[in-house]
Structures are given as C-alpha cells and as structure tokens.
C-alpha cells in the first residue's frame, strides 16, 4: 500500500455535495448516512442535535482514512506514519485556530470535551487567581458544566459565587449584572449560547464591562460555534471553550481556546507523557502551551474529525447555516405557538435554533417515548441545568434543537406527532 499523503490533509477532504448558494438542504441531509435509517420503522426526524449532532460522510471518512493509511502515535516518532499523523493532528489546530479566529495556533488547546476544558481553567488558572474575598460570576442559564466546577473552587479556596438572574422571556438581567459586578469579580463564566432556551446572551458586551473592573472572562460556547461565526478576538474573551460532538465532529474532543499571556502563566493540571521538556527525579520543566495542557496520548483520530467537520461546515458558510437555521427557526416557533396545550420556554432574541418547551398534564418524559415512535429523536429532562428547571418552575422539559440538516419538513413532523400524543396522554 503506498501512501498518498494529499489524501489525508483535512483541509483537501471531499467538499460537502451541497454548493455553498443556494442553500441545499436536501443534498446536505445526503451527506448524513443515519438519515437514511429508520426508527421503529419510520423515517428518522433527528432534533436532538443540541445534545451531540450527527457526522457527514466527510467526518466518518477522514478518521477511517487517518486510521487505515497513517495511524501512529504523535510527537514521538520519526518514521513515516508518525510524521504524518503528527502533521495532520497540528493542521488540525490550526484549522480551530481559523475557526475562531484565535490569534495564534498555540492559543488552541485541544481537551477531551468543553466541561474538560472549563475545568482547565479552574483547576489551573482560577487556583492561582481566585481567593477568599474574590468572587465568580455565572447566570441562571449556565450548563452544569458552567456551575458544579465553580462551587468546587469556591468550596476549595472560599471564594464567592454570584449568580445572575434572568428575564422572564430569558433574557439575561444585564441591569442585575452590572449590579452584582464589581470589583471583587475576579471570573465571569457564562454561556454563548442557553443549550435549554437557545438565549444568545451578549458575550462581547459582557467581556467589555467584566474587563473594565479588571475580571477575566471565560466563556462556554459548546452551543454557539454550531450556529454562526465565531471571533474570540472580536469578542476578546479570555477563555473559550467548546467540544466536537455538537460541531458534527467526533466524541472525547473538545477545545480550550486561551489567550496566550494568559496559558503562558498557568500550571499545568494533569501531568505525563508530552507536556515537558525534561523530566529528572529532582525536577521537572513543563513545556509551553498549548502541549503543557495536552498530557499523555491526545484525541488524535478525534482531532482530524474534528477538522474535517469544521472544513465541512465552513465549505456550507457559516452565514448560510445561519440562516438556514434562522428560518427553521421562525418556521418552527409560528408552528408550535399553534399546538393546544404547549408552552413555549424562552423567547427572548436573538435565539439559536433551539426550542424547549412543556405540553399541559404530559410528563416530557413520556412525551419523548411517544414522540419516539413517530421516529423523532429529541431530548426530555433537565438538560443538565437543574438550576434553570427551577427557576422556569419546571421538572424539566421537552427540546427540540435544529441543526444544518433539519428540514420544514421536520418541524411538520413535530407539530403532527405532538397533536397525535396530546390525544393519546392528555
């Protein structure tokens, strides 16, 4: 077998079928194998895209390629397949780095997922930072992933956790923010994007005035690189953190992406193999970032996923997927305004393709089953946000998230199985 390396190089992947305009939604939904398949012998209605989206062809393709014409492991060896896997694996970094814009490749620390990487941060940075006295701020919409690791700090070094409201369309209270930001705020930790109410919050303008009381700024945006453009330096947050399998990519990769100065000073948090420059039984001298935060064998079959679904995104526009979301998403809430009994979670603009919503005198978990066997795939519970399910005085809901591969079609679907499980539970 000889190899041909042009083959492997994510950014030289097959382009999606779709043509970049007009926005070809059913040649796109061809490049989705599972889309073809079926669930209790109906076709698949896939809306759960905001818990882990599907993967084209191009994704599933690049880490069969990686893996039956060049796999080795990374920065350890000198032969031929080593090289290769090593090239493509930072090729892949500097395709996140283009992603979002981040001003060097080296300020991409690739992580097993986003809660990795917010952990990073606080098990590294904030332990070095943040004291008794200090306070992190976080909202009402935060993922768990955004709360728990923040409680931990401040159980650990008695720090404050402040938490800002939210409005009742769920919009973040931006006049109670500015109240409870000071200049004990050491941390503001907030989502892009609500993964329950699909709520963009503000993100520039809330790094703008957390800056101007001298706070650092980390944001989770697992739920918002998947629906539009993203420039961390236009935002110029300090942290941000997302993962893969919602980005039409792999499981057990995600991405931490840190301003230089910033990674230049933090220790590192897990130590090993590939994150030194020397070891010696006296002393260790750790290597500069990003490898210092990348210990033991990284994601490598993950991270040339990864680049493959964002060349294969990029090669849609992200403009495009955009608005191709932007109208599912007016279609879908004009429709299920509609629907008997139902109520609506989160209204507040702008908002990302994602709808959670409760249905009169039906649990959503028995929702979700009877849905199940109309074929449509969407998450019941609470969303990994308890919090949240308190606040909108709920037990949890119903969500039903859109993504570049959902149709009109599909939020017909929706609407018709509903109104079939409204009269058979209500």
Known sequence: MTMDTATLTPDTAPPPTAPPAPYDVEAVRRDFPILGETVHGKPVVYLDTGASAQKPRQVLDAMERLQTQAYANVHRGTYLFSAESTRLYEAARETVQAFINAGSEREVVFTA???????????TWARA??????????????HHANIVPWQMLRDAVGCELR????????????????????????????????????????VAEITRRAHAVGARVLIDGSQAVVHGPVDVRDIDCDFYAFTGHKL???????????KLDLLEAMPPWKGGGDMIESVSFDKTVYAAPPARFEAGTPPIVEAI??????A??????????AAHEGDLLRYAMQRLSSVEGLTIHGTATPKAAVISFSMAGIHPQDLSMLLDRSGLCLRAGHHCAQPLMEILGVTGTTRASFGLYNTRADVDALVSALDRAREILA
């Open 129 to 142: 930072n943040i004291g008794a006295g200090d306070a992190v701020l976080i909202t009402e919409l935060e």
């Open 305 to 310: 996923g990864l680049a493959a679904a964002i």
């Open 312 to 321: 294969y995104m990029r090669g849609l526009g992200m403009d495009a997927i």
């Open 113 to 123: 997922n986003a809660t990795d990487g917010i952990n990073l941060v606080a098990q």
């Open 248 to 258: 039409y990519g792999p499981t057990g990769i995600g991405v931490l992406y840190g």
């Open 163 to 202: 938490v800002v409201p939210v409005t009742e369309d769920g919009a973040l209270d931006m006049a109670a923010f500015d109240r409870l930001l000071d200049e004990t705020v050491k941390l503001v930790a907030v989502s892009h994007c609500s993964n329950v109410l699909g709520t963009i919050q503000p």
